[in-house]
Structure formats: C-alpha cells, structure tokens
C-alpha cells in the first residue's frame, strides 16, 4: 500500500523556520522525482518545490527561492522541505507528492504526480 506521509507543520511566528518531512512507504522511492505543493486558504494548489531521484535537480518557486530547501534521504525513503524566513503568505497546507515517469519541465504540474500525502498545516502567525 502506497502511503506518504507529511510531519513537522505548526504555527510559527514570522521570520521562524520549520522543517517538514515526508515519509513514504509501498514504492520504490528513490525511483520518484519528489514534491512539495501547498494550498492556502481560498486558493488553489501550488508549486512550491520539486527534487529528482538523485537530489541533483533542484526546482522551487519564485516564492519561495532563497527561503526553501527541498533535499531527501533516499536511505530514509524521506524527502524534506526546511522553510525558513516564514511569512503569513506562506500559511498553508503543505503537501508531498511522488512522481514516477518525470516529464521534461513539467516539476511543477499537479497532475505530473501519481501520489499524494494527505498534507500538514503550517501558521505563520504572530
């Protein structure tokens, strides 16, 4: 059975920092390009940031550049998502996702990605 599975969200203040985890089970996961996507209130979901297989393709959101580090530990079969510098705009619900058969240019696309966790909240409050 495929699961994903999301920790780390919280409320944080802004300007703090969280560090999410998603720990996946039931698939080979180091042969999935891994995701992270976020839906905040009223909105729709988006790309936040994507990892390849190895760890050496890197994509992120204009957003969130320079604030965001997506990595993964293929021997943990867990992928990260370390935010710091958080703002209220990043209030959300974060989720991962994995993706098998890679497209070209296509890291950001929700319906690139056969499976999703099931999210985890982040609060930028004060």
């Known amino acids: 059975q495929v699961q994903l599975v999301e920790s780390g969200g919280g409320l944080v203040q802004p300007g703090g920092s969280l560090r999410l985890s998603c720990t996946a089970s039931g698939f080979t996961f180091s042969s999935y390009r891994m995701g992270w996507f976020r839906q905040g209130p009223g909105k729709g979901r988006e790309f936040v940031a994507a990892?390849?297989?190895?760890?050496?393709?890197?994509y992120y959101a204009d957003s969130v550049k320079g604030r965001f580090t997506i990595s993964r530990d293929n021997t943990k079969n867990t992928a990260y998502l370390q935010m710091n510098s958080l703002k209220p705009e990043d209030t959300a619900v974060y989720y991962c996702?994995?993706?098998?058969?890679?497209?070209?240019?296509?890291?950001?696309?929700?319906?690139?990605?056969?499976?999703w966790g099931q999210g985890t909240q982040v609060t930028v409050s004060s």
């Open positions: 990892i390849n297989w190895g760890g050496g393709n890197l």
């Open positions: 996702a994995a993706d098998l058969v890679p497209t070209v240019g296509a890291a950001a696309r929700p319906d690139e990605y056969d499976y």
